[in-house]
Structures are given as C-alpha cells and as structure tokens.
C-alpha cells in the first residue's frame, strides 16, 4: 500500500486546511486509516481516525469540534478538514493506514499556522 498526501501549507490562524490521502495498491486490506501529526522537538501523535469499514471515528481531543476526518472509499482516499487553525497545530501531517497485511505510512505534508 502505498499513501500520498496533499494540501499542507501556510494559513493564518483561524484559517482552515483540508488534507487529502490517497492510497494505491492492496486498499483492499485496510481496516483503518489516520492522521497523526508531529512538531518539532515532540512525538507523532495520532490526530484522528477512521475505520474503513463503518466510518467509526476518533480524535485527539485537542482537535475535537475542529478538525474533521472522511473516507471516500471509491477513491480510496480520506480527508482532514482542518478548521479555526491555531498555532499549535504547526507540525508535519502523515497519514497513517493498517491493516491485514501490515500498517503504511505517508511521506507527511507540512502545516504552517501564523499567529
């Protein structure tokens, strides 16, 4: 499996942010994808998730009422809508896919938010 993100950049605080990750190869055995995020000087950690299957969904809860995964399953491809950026949320973006035969990752997307 192999996964490709897009839609990083720089946004003001306030702003909002959709990140794309489309994925390519044995999709099929994908149980469930994710975005985890890291800063500089911190450990990745997991922003949100989704199963493939029933859509189930989590989230940090420093993200939570602001940020919002999907799946387009016939794209194979999931969504991270970012809204009222803060600061804080500065860090690269991987996505993250597990499944049967293993788990992926992304090559991360860099989110810049100014104050």
């Known amino acids: 499996v192999q996964l490709v993100e897009s839609g990083g950049g720089l946004v003001q605080a306030g702003g909002s942010l959709r990140l794309s990750c489309a994925a390519s190869?044995?999709?099929?055995?994908?149980?469930?994808m994710a975005w985890y995020r890291q800063a500089p000087g911190n450990q990745r950690e997991e922003v949100a998730g989704i199963t493939t299957e029933s859509g189930f969904t989590n989230y940090a809860d420093s993200v939570k009422g602001r940020f919002t995964i999907s799946r387009d399953n016939a794209k194979n491809t999931v969504y991270l809508q970012m809204n009222s950026l803060k600061p804080e949320d500065t860090a690269v973006y991987y996505c993250?896919?597990?499944?049967?035969?293993?788990?992926?990752w992304g090559q991360g997307t860099q989110v810049t938010v100014s104050s």
């Open positions: 993250h896919a597990a499944g049967f035969f293993g788990s992926y």
């Open positions: 190869g044995s999709t099929f055995s994908l149980n469930v």
